[in-house]
């Protein structure tokens, strides 16, 4: 049964640039969530979809946008980095129908660090 | 608007011992639920347990139980006969059952098993 997988797993970016990152969710899943965690802190909670559609959205700037795909898969979208971008982004899936007992199941994360 | 506070950055413990992480949330929700996270350091969080607001019984999994003390707003991780390989961050995390199902993280607690 595969987990949720996310590539690539580090990232350098300069400032300014733009970045893309994937996320494939748990076989049997179709929400994807998406956590921003800066070194020492808690995950922050980026966004949020279901049905190719972005459902839910944390205090993030434009910057930061998203897609899903027929397949449930995810990619995040960050432009004009800044050097506060640097973080480990979290992806997380879960199934939209059942209850807030479901813990959403997290991949390994991709590191980012903006030069 | 939903917030979790863990007041302790890090924890130390010797190997086979108990260890209480601490854990107070705030919600005007009546429905939620309440998650712990490990964090190891390749990043991955890791779910550990779940209580639900409305659950009259604490939760238990293996050796992982949840001190849940719904009037005081606690939710404290007690972790039994602990193990080297227990070393890691640890969250509490937070969902409520309207609107943004997301989950709210605390600040986190490293706890380090000493042999």
């Known amino acids: 049964d595969a987990g949720v997988t996310q590539s690539p797993t580090h990232l350098i970016k300069t400032r300014g640039q733009q970045v893309t990152l994937r996320c494939s969710p748990k076989?049997?899943?179709?929400?994807v969530s998406w956590y921003q965690q800066a070194l020492g802190q808690g995950p922050q909670f980026i966004f949020q979809?279901?049905?190719?559609?972005?459902?839910q959205r944390g205090n993030f700037p434009d910057r930061f946008s998203g897609h899903q795909f027929p397949n449930y898969s995810s990619e995040l979208n960050v432009n004009a980095l800044l050097l506060g971008d640097s973080a480990l982004y979290l992806c997380?899936?879960?199934?939209?129908?059942?209850?807030?007992?479901?813990?959403?199941?997290f991949g390994d994360g991709t590191r980012l660090s903006i030069l | 608007a939903q917030k979790i506070t863990q007041t302790q950055p890090g924890m130390f413990v010797q190997e086979k011992e108990a260890v209480t992480l601490d854990c107070t949330y705030d919600?005007?929700?009546?429905?939620?639920?309440l998650f712990w996270y490990k964090q190891p350091s390749s990043g991955e969080m890791i779910f550990l347990i779940y209580?639900?607001?409305?659950?009259?019984q604490n939760a238990t999994e293996g050796r992982y139980s949840l001190n849940f003390q719904k009037a005081r707003k606690s939710a404290n991780l007690v972790i039994s006969a602990s193990q080297l390989g227990d070393s890691a961050m640890y969250f509490c995390?937070?969902?409520?059952?309207?609107?943004?199902?997301?989950?709210?993280f605390g600040s986190g607690t490293r706890l380090q098993v000493q042999p």
């Open positions: 997380a899936s879960s199934l939209s129908l059942t209850g807030i007992h479901q813990p959403q199941h």
């Open positions: 076989s049997g899943h179709d929400t």
């Open positions: 979809y279901y049905e190719e559609e972005e459902r």
């Open positions: 919600t005007s929700d009546p429905s939620y639920g």
């Open positions: 209580q639900g607001s409305y659950d009259q």
């Open positions: 995390a937070m969902k409520v059952d309207t609107g943004r199902r997301a989950l709210t």
